[in-house]
């Protein structure tokens, strides 16, 4: 999904740019680009999926956990 941010005034340049710059890493493209800029082994990727994965497992319980208090 594209990136987009419109700058409605020259003066407002610097706050576009912080939005923008939030907006990319909310998205994941700076994250996207380090794993792409270097070769990764397969064993390696599935270490890593395997870990991202136990990660949001535990963030979603926590969430669930702060539902109930």
Known sequence: M????QVRSAGNLESSLKTFKKMCAREGVLKK??????YEKPSDQ???RKKEKEKAIRKALRESIGQYR
């Open 46 to 48: 599935r270490r890593r």
């Open 33 to 38: 680009i380090k794993q792409k800029s270097a």
């Open 2 to 5: 594209p990136v987009r941010v």
